[in-house]
């Protein structure tokens, strides 16, 4: 930034044309040889003695040219080039200009506009860190954040706002809890997008608290209610009906009865999961009664379309499939294509329908793909906008490095030069005596030249004395390592064997198995959802790494596939899965070659992953 400009006098006892003559040079950039420093200005500074460089021995030449000089004349030539130097580094600065900028710049934030110009929010912070207020400093690295953000950087706006964060003063009375709030409020959303609910949980809890100074109660409550999407992607079910009952009761006793009935929308699927249809209807009823969120025709307000899938859910889980046929329907035509195939595959599954349910299942699957498709999309973005940030803060600690070289640079060549000054004048006065020393020098370099001759040729003998030594016991330990290495690994095939083993039959002692077994034996029937629920509640206790390294990867099986791949691991044979799971022999070869290829990254036969499958423990 801009720097004041010192006016400098005339100092006494310096030969005021030389240095003259010094300034003319440079700005001319007469630049030749050895010892050459570059001084350039900072950004944003007069552009007179930007990109100049000159030569100590020729600024030496210029104030004494004879090089005979004493050390007292050299200490005023080494003042006057201090001033030249210190001159260079100083311009001139406008701290109400920049303090316009940064309101400007808040301002446009405020109305939401497109942060794009990365290089004003960079200039605000190099200023604001020197000149500003706790409050002003943080408010710059903000909007440069919000800047990164805007500009699809969410890696490097992260890491702006947690240098933000480092400069809040909480502790004085005039902290900015309105800055403060909208840095966790940015931050919990890029966590969000990113996937990271354990980080949006953090964000949002010190969002909510920067909210509770500003003492806004409906706001305060709205922000508890966010709490609800980490938790879901955590799945922590009850977590999240405790924070909608929480946030229900306090909006309905402050009479917000509008936001309390739509507090409620996310609590009505996991009744409906829960197999809680009394506390699932009676949520519905207050939903669409009170939030005002449907119009007279009893469509809900664009962005809530979810809820036509949640509405055919709870219709299917009590017996009316053509009810809710119409609300799966209205799902997809609202563009929720995946959720409403998977409805409307549920209910020509209950109608025992072949044609449409062979027809939807494509459907769903098509859906899924062009889903999983954009999570690709997403990812690669994602993925890009790492890169990017790691390449620009590669280029960035780059120039801060140069900076940093530069400035040690200048002070370093003002050291030299007094060095070089101070030695000028011991050289002329011990020239002689240090001829002497030097000569006594080179004649016990040679005596110690021949020396170590002579004990580099002993060391090369015993070097290929040990060296033989040394092959011999690294063969053997390598030998016997390798015997180890089979050893241990036959031992661990072994035990994973006996383990597994151990978990199969533990698992076919349950009711659910049994019940399993005896349904796969009659073609006509098909497991319940409660059946599928309890074993996965079963497998989730006995083999807590089964869903962990389905789930590890890129790749999200559907619930189909992961009931496949349950009795895949419990040997039920595939006629068997095809009984159990509704579909084809022909479905389930299929389904186990894709998911080999999707979820263990190999090309292989459906036997293949069988095997792979049942090596999890």
């Known amino acids: 930034m801009d720097k004041p400009t010192i006016y400098r006098k005339p100092m006494a006892g310096i030969n005021l044309s030389n240095f003259s003559n010094a300034i003319a040079i440079f700005r001319h950039g007469s630049i030749l040889q050895s010892s050459m420093v570059r001084v350039s200005a900072l950004k944003r500074t007069p552009a007179i003695f930007a990109s100049k460089t000159f030569a100590v021995s020729d600024l030496f030449r210029i104030f004494a040219p004879d090089y005979e000089v004493s050390l007292h004349q050299a200490m005023k030539y080494l003042v006057g080039i201090i001033i030249l130097v210190v001159s260079l580094l100083l311009s001139c600065t406008d701290g109400e200009r920049m303090r316009h900028e940064l309101a400007e710049l808040q301002a446009r934030n405020q109305a939401d506009s497109l942060l794009t110009n ?60 309105g800055v403060l709030r909208g840095i966790y409020g940015q931050m919990s959303q890029i966590f969000h997008r990113q996937n990271l609910p354990h980080d949006e949980i953090w964000a949002m809890g010190h969002y909510i608290d920067c909210i509770r100074h500003s003492g806004d109660t409906l706001e305060y409550l709205i922000a508890k209610r966010q709490m609800i999407r980490p938790y879901f992607l955590l799945n922590e079910k009850d977590s999240v009906l405790q924070i909608i009952h929480d946030s229900h009761q306090e909006l309905e006793r402050l009479g917000y009865h509008e936001e309390a009935a739509r507090s409620i929308i996310s609590s009505i699927y996991i009744y409906i999961e829960r197999n809680q249809l009394d506390k699932a209807r009676k949520s519905i009823d207050l939903l669409e009664r009170q939030s005002g969120l449907f119009d007279s025709k009893g469509n809900i307000s664009k962005g809530r379309e979810h809820y036509y899938f949640t509405k055919g859910s709870y219709l299917m889980a009590v017996g009316q499939p053509d009810s809710a046929e119409q609300y799966f329907r209205k799902a997809i035509s609202s563009g929720l294509y995946s959720s409403g195939y998977k409805g409307l595959l549920s209910v020509y599954r209950q109608k025992k329908n072949p044609d449409s349910i062979l027809h939807f299942s494509y459907l769903y699957e098509t859906a899924l793909d062009s889903l999983r498709n954009q999570m690709r999309t997403d990812a690669i973005h994602q993925a890009a906008s790492l890169y990017n940030y ?76 040990v060296s033989d030594r040394l092959s011999s016991v690294i063969d053997d330990a390598q030998e016997e390592i390798a ?13 994973i064997t006996k383990a597994r083993g151990a978990l199969v039959q533990q698992i076919r002692e349950t009711g659910v198995y049994q019940r399993l077994r005896k349904i796969a034996d009659q073609p006509t029937a098909i497991p319940s959802l409660q059946d599928w629920q309890e074993l996965r509640q079963v497998f989730d206790r006995i083999v807590p790494n089964f869903y962990a390294t389905l789930y590890s990867g890129d790749y999200s099986p559907n619930e189909t596939e992961y009931h496949l791949c349950m009795l895949i691991w419990l040997q039920f044979s595939p006629s068997d899965i095809s009984n159990l799971i509704a579909m084809s022999n022909a479905y389930v070869s299929v389904a186990r070659k894709k998911l080999l290829k999707n979820i263990f990254k190999t090309d292989g036969s459906a036997k293949e992953f069988d095997i792979k499958i049942r090596e999890i423990t």
């Open 118 to 177: 990365d290089s004003l929010a960079h200039a605000l912070c190099d200023y604001f860190d020197s000149h500003g207020s706790a409050n002003e400093q943080m408010l710059a690295h903000y909007l440069l954040g919000r800047t990164y953000d805007d500009m699809g950087e969410a890696p490097a706006a992260l890491d702006v706002y947690f240098d933000a964060l480092e400069l809040a003063d909480t502790t004085a009375e005039d902290c900015d809890y």
């Open 390 to 465: 790691t390449r620009n803060q590669t280029i960035a600690a780059q120039k801060s490095k140069e900076a940093a070289e530069s400035k040690s640079i200048i002070w370093m060549c003002l050291v030299i030069i007094f060095v070089l000054v101070f030695t000028l004048y011991l050289y002329v006065k011990h020239i002689r005596k240090r001829r002497e020393k030097e000569y006594l020098q080179y004649q016990h370099n040679l005596e110690l030249l021949d020396q170590y001759k002579t004990d580099v040729e002993n060391l090369e003998a015993e070097k290929n004395t």
């Open 483 to 495: 015997q180890l290495e089979v050893r241990i690994s036959n031992y661990e095939k072994k035990a």
